[in-house]
């Protein structure tokens, strides 16, 4: 059995259904190939940044996901007796909020939008094996025969084993961590609608509230201690939550089985090219970061945004050609290495629970609160609505050696540092007929 398609997409997640999404809305033959054939139930990321709204917004899927997710600006946290705040308002525009949506809820709204253009193909239970001479080799589940397909095209958007990653002979680097965590969704109280991050000694707890009243969480422990998490039994867990955050009680115990609560292990790594010959990757195959800044999925999801415009625009100008997909890794693999190394900074601050550490960064979050340039570059860093680079002058004010700057920064200063579409797109300009 054999396939032609103009562009092949290897895995439908996040990151294949947005190529796949804006690929048919520009006319272009797509085929998803997806191993499952059901929703999954692990976890995986919900929390919506800035610029994926613009993303969604401009494939005309931002209403619907607005209306099955759960918006808020703020995200508390609380250090010991201390509170901070990361405010997404201070963001000028119309993107300066963050949302919480269902991993497998996006992904239908994502696949249902796309199901509407004549030219998307969806291929579930199709699992892709490897390439030979140049085609894809896929094993349908249904049918019990090896497809092979044809395209002009082949996107790896397969997560962290990436088949199409390997053919590329891409190497990745790897960051590991010395903890882990437990996650879990469970109702909540409705006075928690903005997301919260406490840590106290040597404990962190992160929820981030969903629609229908329920709230994501996230737990630290340390490397190696899931057993005796598993073996003290749920009403540790419970007594450990309710610890940290006293509202929680009467909404966590409701979780009666150690089988809805998820083992989360944080990696970070990044590959050395995304991109050869015919063969590009992306999202998870092409990065991870450590969760702690929830940004693997929008990272997912601009990278999708890039490498779609540059194959919409090569199908549209009839100048179809591989060289061309180098300004997908031009734009996108500097930028996700910047987003890895902020995922990774937060990551340590959290990972471990001495004095030192614990002080340094209090000082560094009341620091972020008073000096307001510092405060926009963190948001608009995390937001991948623009970049901000710190300098050391910014380290040493973080570090409390130089005064706050607390002068606010006007809207066009902040503007200022928003890609425009020329960054995000370089070659519509150079490329000029
Ligand atoms: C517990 C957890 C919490 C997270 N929290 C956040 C968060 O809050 N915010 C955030 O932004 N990110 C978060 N992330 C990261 C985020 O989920 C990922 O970065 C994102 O899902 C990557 O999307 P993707 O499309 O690249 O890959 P994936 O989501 O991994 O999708 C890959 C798809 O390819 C399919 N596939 C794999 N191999 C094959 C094959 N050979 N043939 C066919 N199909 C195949 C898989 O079944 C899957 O559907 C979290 C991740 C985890 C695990």
């Known amino acids: 059995m054999s396939l032609n398609t103009e562009v092949a997409i290897i895995g439908g997640g996040i990151g294949g259904l947005t190529l796949g999404l804006k690929l048919a809305q520009a006319n272009v033959d797509v085929t998803v190939l997806e191993k499952l054939d059901a929703p999954s139930s692990v976890y995986k990321g919900e929390l919506l940044q800035p610029k994926s709204m613009k993303i969604f917004e401009e494939l005309d899927v931002l209403d619907v996901i607005l209306d099955n997710g759960f918006s808020f600006s703020r995200i508390a946290f609380e250090e010991g007796e201390k509170e901070f705040a990361m405010d997404y308002s201070i963001l000028p525009g119309d993107y300066d909020y963050s949302l919480m949506i269902e991993h497998e809820k996006l992904k239908g709204i994502l696949l249902n939008q796309a199901l509407q253009y004549p030219h998307f193909h969806y291929l579930s239970g199709s699992l892709a094996k490897g390439y030979d001479n140049g085609q894809l080799m896929v094993e349908r589940k249904d049918v019990k025969k090896q497809l092979t397909v044809r395209a002009d095209f082949y996107i790896g958007a397969e997560g962290r084993n990436s088949i199409t990653r390997k053919e590329m002979n891409s190497k990745i680097k790897k960051i ?3 903890h882990q965590f437990l996650t879990v969704t469970f109702p909540r109280p409705q006075s928690l609608e903005e997301g919260k991050i406490i840590s106290r000694n040597e404990r962190f707890l992160g929820l981030f509230p969903l ?22 039994g749920i009403h540790y867990f419970h007594k450990n939550y309710v610890e940290l955050f006293p509202e929680l009680e009467g909404y966590v115990t ?3 089985n150690w ?6 292990i944080p990696t970070a790594f990044y590959a050395d090219k995304y991109v050869d010959g015919r063969l590009a990757i992306l999202g998870d195959a092409a990065h991870t970061v450590h969760p702690m800044a929830g940004e693997g999925m929008n990272m997912a999801i601009q990278d999708a945004d890039v490498l779609g415009e540059l194959l919409a625009e090569m199908y549209a100008s009839g100048r179809i050609s591989p060289d061309r997909l180098k300004w997908y890794e031009k734009v996108r693999k500097p930028r996700a290495e910047n987003m890895i190394s902020l995922s990774h900074l937060s990551a340590i601050a959290y990972s471990y629970s001495n004095r030192v550490i614990t002080g340094i960064r209090r000082k560094g979050l009341k620091q972020m609160e008073r000096d307001k340039t510092l405060q926009y570059k963190q948001m608009l860093n995390v937001s991948g609505l623009g970049y901000w680079s710190e300098s050391l002058w910014d380290r040493l004010i973080q570090a409390g050696m130089l005064p706050a700057r607390k002068t606010e920064l006007s809207a066009a200063d902040k503007s200022h540092y ?4 020329q960054e995000d797109y370089p070659w519509k300009k150079v490329e000029q007929p």
């Open 176 to 178: 590991e961590y010395n």
């Open 211 to 232: 629609p229908d009243a329920k709230v994501r969480s996230v737990y630290l422990i340390p490397e190696g201690t899931y057993k005796e998490h598993l073996k003290k």
């Open 254 to 256: 409701r979780l009666k």
């Open 259 to 264: 089988k809805d609560i998820q083992l989360m």
């Open 418 to 421: 928003f890609y425009t579409e």
